[in-house]
């Protein structure tokens, strides 16, 4: 029954290419890449004067005291899934007819993403104290990772997983990425694979400022030999440093990489994901120092775990798949670690709309959009303000609408003052004040 339904799709697909070739677009799904690490700062001076009648002994100081310094990502290592990139590819070539192979065209234009680092302090009982200046890095994903997101859609389309794209042109927008305002969700390591050097890093911000629980203490020590006073001041604090960037595409390659979980028994091809980890490099300026690993942690291991367990299936049993494939660890899936609801959703980089476009409360969210699962979702219409199209109604307090692609001929909504691209799904309106409406996917 699913050769048969297989097969069924595969026909539907090869029809719809058939027709005259058109432009798929492919809007990021974004995911975190993130690295955490303590930072202990440390300042001491040592002063000799002549013998005065001090009071020999040791006095202590501590408070919430605001502290700075710089920090920069200097270097920031990527999983290497370029093979991956090679053997989609190939896979097409074999697939399609020579007709088709001939209009595949497939983006390489790296995508840029940018990372936000929050240098956390403490209050006297260990409370975290949010940063008032954060260093912020930008730079480049490799171009194959954006051929990658093509060559998925494609595969993922043709297997029926995910909706077929319009053409076998296949378009990936670089997505307007706002800085993060705040460190979302928890940084464990998970397996280092090899990975290759990003280009292009650029350090827009690179100072810090925060408070936090900083202690003094001075040393007095009276040299009778010498008839010099010593005095040793010694200065210590600690912070908690998490960075929290996009990893423009992630969602988007886990979800259409899910073609390959039709090859694999359902023990294998399970829910979930987890971090696949890369070598990093951080430097801070002098007096403070990095307790823990400098690395960078990818939400990657769903692809890793299906494409290897899919490659194990395919080479014969005694070929040692990492020497075919070096970030695939072996062919026990128990290498490949699996959490469930891991890897928080980032959106797809939209502007936000100005807090006057909200009726709502102002801590509230503001009315918006945000792409998932190939649909623009458009949330809070109930307390939108600000210029919406006209196929909107006014607010009702109850409204459920879904309007299908062709009802925007210019492929763009513009909804509560920014103007959304229109993906494949259509868009879905709602009048709750819910991220992502009823979409579990995107909250």
């Avoid at 799709?9 to 027709?19: D, G, I, M, R, V």
């Avoid at 920031?76 to 899934?81: R, V």
């Avoid at 979980?261 to 829910?271: G, K, R, T």
Wanted: hydrophobic letters at 35%; aromatic letters at 10%.
């Amino acid at each position: 029954m699913k050769k048969c339904l297989a097969v069924f799709l595969s026909a539907l697909f090869l029809l719809a290419l058939s027709q005259p070739a058109l432009a798929q677009i492919i809007y990021p799904e974004n995911s975190i890449i993130c690295n955490d690490f303590e930072i202990e700062y440390q300042y001491q001076k040592e002063a000799t004067s002549a013998m005065t009648p001090l009071v020999q002994g040791v006095t202590a100081e501590e408070r919430l005291k605001e502290l700075s310094g710089e920090l920069r990502l200097e270097q920031a290592d990527f999983p290497d899934f370029s093979s991956i990139d090679a053997n989609f590819y190939q896979a097409l070539q074999r697939i399609l007819p020579a007709h088709l192979q001939q209009e595949i065209s497939l983006p390489e234009t790296p995508l840029n993403t940018q990372m936000t680092h929050f240098v956390i302090g403490r209050d006297e009982d260990g409370n975290p104290i949010p940063p008032q200046k954060k260093p912020e890095t930008t730079f480049s994903q490799p171009g194959w990772f954006t051929k990658l997101l093509g060559e998925t859609k494609i595969l993922c389309g043709l297997f029926g997983t995910c909706p077929a794209p319009k053409g076998l042109a296949i378009k990936v927008t670089q997505p307007a990425l706002q800085p993060l305002s705040e460190a979302q969700g928890g940084c464990s390591p998970g397996s280092n694979i090899l990975g290759e050097s990003t280009s292009s890093l650029e350090h827009p911000q690179q100072e810090f400022i925060s408070q936090t629980w900083w202690q003094k203490v001075v040393s007095i020590i009276e040299d009778l030999i010498n008839r010099i006073i010593k005095t040793k001041t010694t200065e210590t604090a600690s912070f908690q440093k998490q960075s929290r960037g996009y990893l423009v595409g992630g969602r988007t390659l886990t979800n259409q990489a899910k073609f390959l979980d039709s090859f694999l028994p359902a023990s294998i091809a399970q829910p979930g994901n987890g971090p696949l980890t890369n070598n990093a490099n951080f430097y801070l300026s002098e007096g403070f120092s990095i307790q823990g690993e400098e690395n960078l942690n990818y939400p990657l291991v769903k692809t890793q775990k299906s494409f290897c367990s899919t490659m194990c299936a395919l080479h014969p049993a005694n070929i040692n798949i990492t020497e075919v494939f070096p970030f695939c660890p072996s062919c026990n899936p128990d290498d490949y670690q699996l959490i469930a609801n891991y890897d928080a959703d980032l959106g797809s980089g939209f502007p936000v709309p100005p807090q006057a476009c909200s009726a709502d409360a102002p801590h509230e969210i503001i009315p918006s959009c945000t792409i998932c699962d190939n649909i623009l979702f458009c949330y809070g219409n109930k307390y939108r303000r600000c210029e919406t199209d006209s196929k909107i109604p006014a607010p009702t307090g109850n409204l459920t609408q879904w309007l299908s692609p062709s009802d925007f001929p210019t492929n763009f909504f513009l909804y509560n003052s920014v103007s959304f691209p229109v993906p494949g799904g259509g868009v879905f309106v709602c009048d709750a004040n819910v991220f992502g409406c009823a979409n579990k996917r995107c909250r």
